[in-house]
């Protein structure tokens, strides 16, 4: 008698009762599913390359509660959204009403553009509502009347003689809109060898009433069709109303078969068609067996699966932080990335607790608006900084990726390092190398601190800022605007070296494309005022934003501060009229004010900070001009016996080994390779 067949069944009895299979994902990786109620799909995306075309993009509005769909830009509501190519929508009612004496008391007549989308001829019905009514329906979708008058999903509304009263009170009610793929059939796709927009395991089919075609998955598969392994195999053998089997259903791709058990003879179907299962006399008393042994078996396999489960369920939790965090679209993009050079690594969640001590209060070092930093210790010993954000919604996903991309673009000895992040937890984090000494704004603005930088310390401090503004813009293979450059945003080390931080607001700019046209970002008293204008952001933004930092240098005040007069709160009129009445030397840093009051570089420096501080970024240098000027300045200071009018702009530039280096930084790579583009940065520090 071999009963280890009924112990394997009765364990795998136990395995399905527990085990739960994960629906896949009806959204492209990395992207928003749901707005409020909603559930989105793709070809529906709520960002760019979430979307198939600007027709599918869905607006989430999250000033509702809960958040509302609007589709495309405009304001019309979208409630359902189904792959079947059906778009649920709301729609005003139409309506011309009058008093008593028979006088107009109010009416409108609404309309609708749905681009290519047409409203379903199967789906809704028009009605009309009142007494000698008239309702008819424009070209493009105006409707007409006397009374009410609207299309509304079939199943929806149900006429009943209250209707008159009830609908003075609705606004909007459902309609049924169709969509498509395109405007090609299956057969134009498939012959003039067009992207299809059909994954696999799915199928392409034209529609009876519109152009373009649909995808639905094949026979036996289940999900949406229009994103990679979007159609699941359906488990028929978990759905007895999917399968005919009498004993043994075994499910296959896309299909099922029907078997017998050791003990049973027979084809294994129950429809008909087949005999079914049919037990020998001898498996009875294997089959008594075989129950007792599996209950006892259930007490002990119960127990070791609760503890199965429970860490499978962390497990479960982890992955789907780390797609809601955008784990996929980070991995795709540093799967790019070129292999011989250094990438940001993504950690696991219990290798930063374990360097945080399980995020102990002792180890914070920094709170902000835009979360917390930790001061953490990794297992090889380094020192680290790791930055949990505050909570994060769906729409800030895309911002904090493109942060963790654009630092891992850069290696540069003055930006601070991005060593890694992590994805598995609620609420995102960064990993950065550790800077030891504060920031800028800390060691300008303490008084204490603030004697520590003396001139020529100020001065360098300016200099490797704007040699990495300059890298950004000039010499990084796809060019990169800071957006948010700052005092805060530059960490010094114990021996004064500048380090820029904190790129979450930074954005590529295509090598074609002189500007962009974004949702104005930045701080107050630093936002460049033609970028807060028109929303064209351009490198120039940057120009603007480092000017306030080169002032804040020369001054010691605040880029926006109450404790001044009302005229003078911003800091770059303050300073320009200063300038303007030759009021410079009152106006200077105290603690700098003796060594440099008759200083020509003091001078010119204020000059290309007034020069950085023009309304028009077309007036404005750029950061390679201002880096290469700052650097010049530098060698004067540091080589006090050259004469001004021997040194003069063109030897400068000259010393900077212009026709070489884009980027303009040089005092702060010692020779050092760019890691971007490969060339040898000029070591000017000892004027060679």
């Not at 006397?146 to 209707?163: G, I, K, L, P, Q």
């Not at 930790?374 to 942060?403: H, P, W």
């Not at 540069?412 to 704004?441: M, Q």
């Not at 929303?535 to 501060?561: N, P, W």
């Amino acid at each position: 008698m071999d009963i280890r067949g009924n112990w394997f069944w009765a364990l795998a009895a136990i395995w399905v009762l527990v085990a739960a299979s994960e629906s896949a994902s009806i959204a492209k990786p990395g992207c928003q599913d749901r707005c409020g109620n909603l559930s989105i799909p793709y070809p529906f995306g709520t960002t760019q390359d979430c979307y198939y075309d600007a027709d599918f993009l869905i607006t989430c509005n999250d000033t509702f509660d809960p958040p509302k769909a609007f589709l495309t830009e405009s304001g019309i509501d979208v409630t359902k959204i189904g792959l079947e190519g059906k778009l649920q929508i709301l729609q005003f009612i139409a309506r011309d009403c009058y008093n008593e004496s028979g006088g107009p008391v109010g009416g409108n007549s609404p309309w609708l553009n749905l681009a290519k989308f047409i409203i379903s001829d199967t789906d809704n019905k028009f009605v009309a509502v009142g007494c000698d009514t008239e309702a008819y329906i424009q070209e493009r979708f105006g409707t007409s009347i006397r009374s009410y008058a609207f299309v509304v999903e079939e199943n929806e509304f149900n006429f009943s003689s209250t209707n008159l009263k009830d609908l003075q009170n609705v606004d909007k009610l459902p309609m049924s809109v169709d969509w498509s793929i395109g405007n090609e059939t299956c057969a134009a796709v498939k012959q003039k060898m067009l992207p299809s927009a059909c994954q696999e395991h799915s199928e392409c089919y034209d529609l009876d009433n519109m152009s373009g075609y649909r995808c639905r998955c094949l026979e036996g598969y289940e999900g949406n069709p229009y994103v990679p392994n979007g159609c699941q195999d359906i488990d028929e053998c978990k759905n007895s109303t999917l399968n005919n089997c009498d004993k043994i259903c075994t499910n296959t791709e896309g299909s099922y078969t029907c078997s017998c058990p050791k003990g049973y003879h027979g084809d294994g179907r129950k429809d008909g068609q087949g005999q079914g299962c049919i037990a020998d006399r001898s498996h009875v008393i294997e089959i008594t067996v075989g129950v007792g042994v599996g209950a006892a078996l259930l007490l002990v396999a119960s127990t070791w699966l609760f503890w199965a489960f429970k860490r499978w369920k962390l497990i479960k939790l982890k992955e789907n932080f780390f797609r809601k965090n955008g784990g996929l679209m980070l991995q795709q993009e540093l799967s790019r990335r070129d292999t011989s050079t250094e990438t940001a690594k993504i950690f696991s969640a219990e290798e930063l607790e374990t360097a945080t001590n399980n995020y102990d209060e002792s180890r914070i070092i920094g709170r902000g608006g835009y979360g917390t930093v930790y001061k953490g210790t990794l297992a090889d010993g380094r020192i680290v900084a790791i930055k949990k954000s505050q909570v994060v919604d769906a729409s800030q996903i895309d911002q904090f990726i493109n942060k963790v991309i654009v630092l891992s673009q850069i290696n540069h000895r003055n930006v601070v390092k991005l060593l890694g992040c992590c994805l598995e937890t609620e609420v995102p984090l960064l990993v950065y190398e550790f800077i030891t000494n504060g920031t800028l704004f800390e060691h300008i603005h303490n008084e204490t601190k603030a004697s520590s930088l003396n001139w020529e310390t100020r001065l360098r401090i300016a200099a490797e800022t704007a040699g990495v503004l300059s890298y950004l813009h000039s010499s990084a293979s796809i060019p990169i605007i800071h957006r948010d450059v700052k005092s805060t945003n530059i960490l010094l080390d114990d021996l004064y070296t500048a380090k820029v931080s904190d790129f979450g607001a930074s954005r590529l700019v295509p090598l074609d494309q002189a500007g962009l046209s974004t949702v104005v970002q930045g701080t107050l008293g630093y936002l460049d005022p033609e970028y807060l204008q028109t929303s064209q952001l351009t490198e120039k933004s940057d120009v603007y934003s480092f000017g306030i930092v080169l002032v804040e240098l020369l001054t010691g005040q605040k880029a926006l501060s109450f404790e001044r007069a009302e005229e003078d709160r911003n800091l770059a009129y303050y300073f320009l009229s200063a300038l303007k009445e030759d009021r410079l030397v009152q106006i200077l840093e105290d603690c700098i004010e003796y060594e440099a009051k008759n200083s020509e570089q003091v001078k010119e420096v204020a000059k290309l900070a007034k020069r950085c501080l023009k309304m028009k970024g077309e007036e404005r240098p750029t950061m390679k001009e201002v880096a290469m000027e700052l650097e010049g300045l530098r060698i004067i200071v540091k080589h006090p016996w050259v004469n001004d009018d021997e040194l003069n702009l063109e030897e400068t530039k000259y010393l900077l080994g212009e026709p070489s280096d884009k980027s303009g930084y040089s005092s702060s790579m010692n020779g050092t390779y760019d890691s971007m583009r490969n060339h040898v940065l000029l070591d000017v520090h000892d004027g060679r």
